[in-house]
């Protein structure tokens, strides 16, 4: 690969650049130096607090173990009322399908049979 006049004058450059680097103040390094100083001390201080875990924002969410104890009790009942309900409360299963209708499954098997021949 040939390289043309402009590209000659341009690598002449960069190779003069390499060479000529400027020094840095010791102004200007003495505070890089100290601000990468505070910034580390900074990060020190806030990684040593752990991070909460899921679990433990969720029961003081609900109120501490006090709460989540009240909370599981109440689940229980409601569960158990769900199951075995008293006599006196409603069938929730009627409200949700609104009908009471039941089949014979002597019915339905015989309604197959007539067309199998």
Do not use: C, H, N
């Not at 924002?57 to 689940?75: C, E, P």
């Amino acid at each position: 690969m040939t390289m043309t006049e402009d590209e000659k004058q341009l690598d002449q450059l960069l190779t003069q650049a390499r060479q000529s680097r400027p020094e840095l103040p010791d102004t200007l390094a003495v505070r890089i130096l100290t601000d990468a100083e505070e910034v580390r001390l900074g990060q020190k201080t806030l990684a040593g607090k752990p991070a909460r875990s899921l679990w433990t924002r969720i029961v003081d969410g609900v109120g501490g173990w006090r709460g989540m104890g009240g909370l599981v009790a109440a689940s229980a009942a409601g569960v158990w009322i769900g199951f075995a309900a008293p006599g006196f409360l409603p069938d929730p299963a009627t409200y949700i399908y609104g009908q009471e209708t039941s089949f014979v499954l002597a019915d339905l098997d015989t309604s197959f049979l007539e067309d199998t021949e």
